[in-house]
């Protein structure tokens, strides 16, 4: 099947394409279907098809559009992460006790998207309850990488970078608390944005069969992913915005624009490896090219600083976070376990499992010690943000890494440059700006050796157009997504 020039056109173009009627809805939402079902068999990223309501959205869409209606998302096919609710269709998470559950109502996002016109094609494959930086569960099976189908697409929003990479619309809604957004990007050599914490509601991505409430969940945020980073923008302007069911918070948040409008105006620090999870020949080698050209073009770059965070320390401190958080939702049985091991650590006990440990037994006590702690590290942020714009990072350590379903993550690992480490410690990279509760961009940096690299933009709180407006310099003047071989055509 032969790619059209809309396949892996920009959301931006599409839309005035669209507004000029170049081509229709229907055409556009059309030509996602024939593709998902001609290619989809070997990628698996659309795990639910809507394709009926999707056509009838489009119809509705092109009369609007016919009548010189304008919204930002009129007639655009997207899709949506499986964790996210949908009227009519089911949301597990993977967990195949909740295979037929159907959701009642849309998550709040979800309607923002659909308000702004957008046509939601189906929902996109995820891991088990969100846990894995692989795609796959016992109710629709593996999603592959577009570029290796014998490897991860990232997760747990695999299925959405697997899908905006095949070319099956060009944006999708994903969610991170551990890279879930920023590492399948990676992987799939799309773009992603985490965004600050608490930008964005979060209202109807829950898991099932829990009613769709406001809520606060520690560390975790829901974001869009596309191919362009001038794409996030679009769907970051629908989507934010506070619940309107959250007292006090019925006011819509302006986010300031953009500290610069010209690449060479940004003062950067860029940060390629660290002792503490190195990152491979290909990752390092990316980050480091794309520093010396940056400063080629005249962009302030500094690698190293004083003002930066102690890397291992919050690394330390956002695994604890993290499993308090994820471990007060778990059975009785596994707090207990975890506090009768945590009484036989011993105190000089620093790796990173063992502060996942301490954070599975965490106490309210402990707890506020460590978000006390977080405090601190917010305002060392701020320090920073004050002489630099972004701080530029690795996203993980490696490139894509082959499928691996061993059924305890505790028991794999990753290879970096032949060295084994614990397979749960790649969240470190993630943690960076996902403690701190900042926004963070991941651009793609091209191939290495066939599998997509990249790297994160860490920009200021409450100033997510900043990193978003640096990777859209960074893809203008370097280039962007490629697409993958097997499904360029």
């Known amino acids: 099947m032969a790619a059209s020039q809309w396949t892996f056109a920009t959301a931006v173009e599409t839309a005035k394409a669209l507004a000029h009627r170049e081509i229709s809805s229907v055409e556009l939402t059309q030509l996602a279907i024939d593709r998902i079902e001609h290619h989809d068999g070997k990628i698996n990223a659309i795990c639910v098809r809507d394709f009926d309501r999707a056509l009838e959205a489009a119809r509705a869409a092109d009369a609007r559009l016919a009548r010189g209606e304008r919204e930002p998302l009129l007639g655009l096919p997207l899709t949506v992460k499986e964790s996210y609710n949908i009227a009519g269709l089911p949301t597990t998470w993977g967990f195949p006790q909740q295979k037929s559950f159907i959701a009642a109502e849309d998550a709040l996002t979800v309607t923002r998207v659909k ?24 109710i629709y ?4 990488n577009p570029y290796d189908l014998g490897r991860t697409p990232g997760g747990s929003s695999g299925g959405s970078a697997a899908a905006l990479a095949a070319g099956y619309g060009s944006l999708s809604l994903g969610s991170d608390i551990g890279g879930s957004l920023r590492v399948p990007a990676f992987h799939c050599g799309v773009t992603a944005h985490k965004p600050t914490y608490g930008l964005v509601p979060t209202r109807g991505h829950t898991p099932p069969p829990f009613q769709p409430l406001p809520n606060e969940a520690d560390l975790a945020v829901v974001g869009p992913m596309a191919r362009s980073a001038a794409d996030l923008s679009l769907l970051l302007d629908v989507m934010a915005g506070p619940d309107p069911l959250e007292a006090g918070k019925a006011y819509r948040l302006e986010l300031p624009p953009p500290r610069h409008a010209r690449l060479q105006d940004f003062r950067v620090l860029v940060v390629a490896s660290d002792p503490l999870l190195p ?3 290909a990752v390092r080698g990316a980050i480091e090219r794309l520093a010396a050209d940056l400063a080629k073009v005249g962009v302030s ?36 376990e975890a506090s009768q091991a945590v009484a036989h650590l011993p105190k000089e006990a620093m790796s990173l499992a063992a502060e996942r440990l301490r954070g599975l037994a965490l106490s309210h006590r402990d707890w506020v010690q460590a978000n006390n702690a977080r405090f601190g590290l917010r305002a060392q942020w701020r320090a920073l943000f004050a002489q630099f714009d972004a701080v530029i ?24 440059d032949g060295v084994e480490h614990d397979y749960n410690d790649q969240l470190a990279w993630p943690g960076i700006a996902t403690l701190p509760g900042l926004p963070a961009t991941q651009v793609p940096l091209g191939l290495a050796d066939g599998l997509p690299v990249g790297v994160q933009i860490v920009g200021p709180f409450l100033e997510d157009r900043t990193p978003i407006k640096l990777a859209e310099l960074i893809e203008r003047e370097f280039g962007g997504f490629t697409p993958p071989p097997m499904f360029a055509d």
Request: hydrophobic share 35%.
């Open 115 to 138: 308000d702004a016109g957008g046509i939601v094609l189906g929902k996109t494959n995820v891991p088990l309850g969100l846990g894995d930086w692989q795609s796959y569960n016992d």
């Open 393 to 416: 990072c690795p996203i993980m350590p490696t490139p894509a890494f082959p499928h691996d379903h061993s059924p305890d993550q505790r028991e794999r690992r990753v290879s970096i």
């Open 279 to 281: 990152t491979d020949t």
């Open 301 to 336: 770059v500094v690698s190293e600083s004083p003002l930066l965070p102690d890397f291992a320390a919050s690394s330390r401190l956002y695994m604890r976070l993290l499993l308090g958080f994820l471990g007060a939702t778990m059975p009785p049985q596994v707090h207990a």
């Open 141 to 144: 099976g593996t999603t592959n």
